[in-house]
Nanobody
Framework: QVQLVESGGGLVQAGGSLRLSCAAS????????MGWFRQAPGKERDFVAG???????TYADSVKGRFTISRDNTENTVYLQMNSLRPEDTAVYYC??????????????????WGQGTQVTVSS
């Protein structure tokens, strides 16, 4: 089992940057596929980016070229660097862990472990 705690959200102007962090507890962090999701008011919780234990990454089309996911298995932390932010990026961002070994878990239902979320607000 793993516990996740996000940090780094806030208010930023359009075009600005934020870096989200997700600290994980537990000794087996490196074995989890880690993902970032986001949920805007009245909308579904959507996949944003994911990273495998070996560093392979996947991004939603809406954030490709602007967001970068990374992980430090020695620090049990996963990051989401968000550049060129847009008002439509405004949402609560969640860190999640999946035990899936093969392929890329894109659905929220493939992630049994979640953080509490951190608010990101981008003003125009």
């Amino acid at each position: 089992q793993v516990q996740l705690v996000e940090s780094g959200g806030g208010l930023v102007q359009a075009g600005g940057s934020l870096r989200l962090s997700c600290a994980a507890s537990g000794r087996t962090f490196s074995s989890y596929y880690m993902g970032w999701f986001r949920q805007a008011p009245g909308k579904e919780r959507d996949f944003v980016a994911g990273i495998s234990w070996s560093g392979g990454t996947t991004y939603a089309d809406s954030v490709k070229g602007r967001f970068t996911i990374s992980r430090d298995n020695t620090e049990n932390t996963v990051y989401l660097q968000m550049n060129s932010l847009r008002p439509e990026d405004t949402a609560v961002y969640y860190c999640a862990a999946s035990v899936r070994r093969l392929g890329v878990p894109l659905s929220r239902y493939e992630y049994p472990y979640w953080g509490q979320g951190t608010q990101v607000t981008v003003s125009s």
